[in-house]
């Protein structure tokens, strides 16, 4: 049974950091894509970075980009979320995913869209005030 624990997140004030960790019992974080989403209140979940690859490659959201950072340990199957700079638009619960090790993913496809993921964690939440 794969379970995700995600852990990190808190309230802070804009231009503050946060790192965020997502725990994988059951499975292999190196084995297909996971990812990072958000879902602030009255707003879809967005995807907001993904690794793949064995950590060899990485996506981001446009509005994160070179802000957010995500890694990850094999050795803990953890995957991270390094957050700086961090703005009231970041406000929201953080939830990882992961796509089960069976699953295709074409090298044309989008990694930040919910459809590639079958494993999701139960979400942490992010305040950021101004």
């Known amino acids: 049974q794969v379970r995700l624990v995600e852990s990190g997140g808190g309230s802070v004030q804009a231009g503050d950091s946060l790192r965020l960790s997502c725990v994988a019992s059951?499975?292999?974080?190196?084995?297909?894509?996971m990812g990072w989403f958000r879902q602030a209140p009255g707003k879809n979940r967005e995807g907001v970075a993904a690794?793949?690859?064995?950590?060899?490659?990485?996506s981001y959201a446009d509005s994160v980009k070179g802000r957010f950072t995500i890694s990850q340990d094999a050795a803990k199957n953890t995957v991270y979320l390094q957050m700086n700079n961090l703005k009231p638009e970041d406000t929201a619960r953080y939830y990882c995913?992961?796509?089960?090790?069976?699953?295709?993913?074409?090298?044309?496809?989008?990694?930040?869209?919910?459809?590639?993921?079958?494993?999701w964690g139960q979400g942490t939440q992010v305040t950021v005030s101004s």
């Open positions: 059951g499975y292999t974080t190196s084995t297909n894509s």
């Open positions: 690794i793949w690859s064995g950590g060899g490659r990485t």
């Open positions: 995913a992961a796509a089960d090790q069976a699953r295709y993913i074409g090298l044309l496809m989008s990694r930040l869209i919910e459809s590639v993921y079958d494993y």
